[in-house]
């Protein structure tokens, strides 16, 4: 008896951390679905302006972004360094705003929520309200009316 | 011979491995929250229709012209952040002051800016003016219901808006500084 006994004494079984990787696997799948990164790529330089009055988007399917800003520097050349717009992933003129709108409308799902959809403005603070003002005549011209100025959150500056 | 046992392999590493990836994705994305100061534009007519006669005293007009410089009810204003106290005490007239508006119902912000105006510049006063209801509507719904305009039912919001509509009003804007 005494043989096996020398072995060691015994002492409290160590907890297993076999399922740990489990467990952190599990988070990281879903921080991996969660997250989404950007899917379009900035041609245009964007600081947003501040503000405290901001009211979050929620339903990223719901939103169409327009970003408006001069060109980032490798595209100054072709581009010019005025101010452009940006519709998904090109360059475009505000006269595209209507055909831009139409297909985003034809992406959604389910037509009723039409009347549910915002056009969020990402604006350079820099730019002039000239082109903007000329995106919004054409959102009003399409009835899409309802806009929002993203800005960013003026809160900790206060 | 006796059979040897193959050696287990350890599995205590996969954790790090994995701790690892999961900081990375953390770190790399963002949770990307738009927020802004949602507006209603107003519906597009093809002329612009003829500017209503509106008591003078109704309406609280701001203008901004190329050089971002603001006109608040024809007075200059140096300040952007002074905005809302002037609207707030414009809404919240009552009747006492005979330039200022007669009541919350018939009170009309107007917002006038140039082409030249910097978005930076118009969205700050755009935010001063929501502030400036945001107030009036958090104290409204305070003393009526004795809670945060937040925490108020669809209903209930409607009632406190009521109150106190926010109508802005925008003019196609002017093109003083044509480049």
Redesign the interface.
């Known amino acids: 008896m005494s043989k096996f006994k020398k072995k060691g004494k015994k002492g409290a079984p160590g907890i297993t951390t076999a399922s740990l990787p489990d467990i952190v696997f599990m988070l990281l799948f879903f921080f991996m679905v969660v997250t989404k990164m950007r899917d379009s790529e900035m041609k245009v330089k964007i600081q947003v302006p501040a503000a405290t009055e901001l009211q979050k988007l929620e339903k990223k399917s719901l939103v169409s972004h327009v970003f408006i800003g001069s060109p980032i520097p490798k595209y100054a050349a072709v581009m010019g360094s005025a101010p452009r717009i940006q519709l998904n992933d090109q360059f475009a003129d505000a006269s595209q705003i209507p055909f831009f709108i139409a297909n985003e409308i034809e992406k959604l799902s389910n037509p009723k929520l039409r009347r549910a959809m915002t056009c969020a403005m990402r604006v350079d603070k820099e730019v002039k309200m000239g082109i903007v003002t000329e995106v919004k005549t054409e959102l009003r011209k399409v009835n899409f009316r309802k806009v929002s100025y993203l800005a960013s959150d003026a809160g900790e500056l206060e | 011979m006796p059979k040897r046992e193959l050696p287990e392999i350890n ?2 590493s ?2 790090d ?3 690892l ?2 900081i990375f ?2 770190v790399t ?16 007519v093809e002329e612009p229709p003829p500017p209503e006669k509106k008591n003078k005293r109704n309406v609280f007009s701001v203008q901004i012209n190329g050089n971002n410089d603001l006109l608040v009810r024809g007075q200059k204003c140096f300040d952007v952040l002074t905005i809302k106290d002037k609207a707030i005490t414009f809404i919240t007239n009552r009747g006492a002051d005979p330039n200022s508006s007669d009541s919350p119902q018939k009170a009309i912000i107007s917002i006038l ?8 510049t ?3 006063v ?2 001063q003016l ?2 400036a209801y ?1 107030t009036l509507w958090e104290d409204e719904s305070m003393s009526k219901y004795g809670r945060s305009y937040k925490d108020l039912s669809k209903e209930e919001r409607k009632n406190v808006r009521k109150e106190f509509p926010m109508i802005i009003s925008e003019a196609e ?1 002017s ?1 003083l500084l044509k480049s």
């Open positions: 599995a205590g996969m954790a491995i994995a701790f990836l999961l994705f953390l994305t963002t949770i990307q929250t738009d927020s802004g100061l949602s507006v209603l534009l107003p519906p597009y800016n140039d082409n030249g105006t910097s978005y930076e118009y969205v700050a755009y935010n929501k502030a945001n804007p093109d």
